[in-house]
């Protein structure tokens, strides 16, 4: 079946900091891809999707592009800021059934220290 | 704000008891998704249903059921609950029944005692 797989958590950055957190699929149609992030005490809020190979997403300065022959979708951005602290989330939706939907990563929780 | 509304926001309750949960989809989206998040077992999908019809489950315990009316409000019934079914319970809609970004909630806590 379908499954993400994403990096353990807790991630500790300062502010400024580069970030990454890796996301790697397995799926058995040709899935879109997408990243949730989730505020503490609130829900799910998507930060930014890629529905083919090689597309990137982008959304609030960062960024995941779509990598088929590495099924892999990892997040990025160049200067994390201390509002960035939340939970995120890689998703997949496999559109090869009829069933679309979505299966989630563990969550990579990300502190932002000033 | 995604435009998905649920309530209530909290709930608790005690072992055995029977709760509903109630979730109104963004305005014209006719697919109302739900899932679940727990500690142990992360975030997953029980049901889906489109424009009033099944049309997908998931990891659902035959004690759970849901529904979808006209007006496109769905509700997720909780029964015989036990202390393992607290969790966050989430719905999220799109506009179609097939691709397309789900909108989530902010959730329901329950808290079973």
């Known amino acids: 079946g379908d499954s993400v797989t994403q990096m353990e958590g807790p991630v500790t950055l300062s502010e400024e900091a580069f970030l990454t957190i890796n996301c790697t699929y397995t799926a058995t149609g040709y899935p879109s891809l997408f990243w949730y992030v989730q505020y503490p005490g609130e829900g799910l809020q998507l930060l930014l999707k890629?529905?083919?190979?090689?597309d990137k997403g982008s959304n609030k300065g960062f960024e995941a592009t779509y990598r088929k022959e590495t099924t892999s979708f990892h997040l990025e951005k160049g200067s994390v800021q201390v509002s960035d602290s939340a939970v995120y989330f890689c998703a997949l939706s496999d559109r090869g059934g009829s069933n679309y939907k979505l299966t989630f990563g563990k969550g990579t929780l990300l502190t932002v220290n000033p | 704000d995604s435009g998905v509304t649920q309530t209530p926001k909290h709930l608790i309750t005690a072992t055995g008891q029977r709760v509903t949960l109630r979730c109104s989809p963004r305005?014209?989206?006719?697919?109302v998704y739900w899932y679940q998040q727990s500690l142990d077992q992360g975030l997953q999908f029980l049901i889906h249903?489109?424009?009033?019809?099944?049309?997908a489950k998931g990891n659902i315990l035959e004690r759970f059921s849901a529904q979808q009316f006209p007006d496109l409000h769905s509700e997720l019934n909780l029964s015989s609950l036990e202390l393992g079914d607290s969790a966050l319970y989430f719905c999220?809609?799109?506009?179609?029944?097939?691709?397309?970004?789900?909108?989530f909630g902010p959730g329901t806590r329950l808290l079973v005692l």
């Open positions: 999220a809609s799109s506009v179609s029944q097939g691709e397309g970004t789900q909108y």
């Open positions: 249903y489109y424009n009033g019809e099944e049309r």
């Open positions: 305005s014209g989206d006719l697919s």
């Open positions: 890629a529905t083919k190979a090689d």
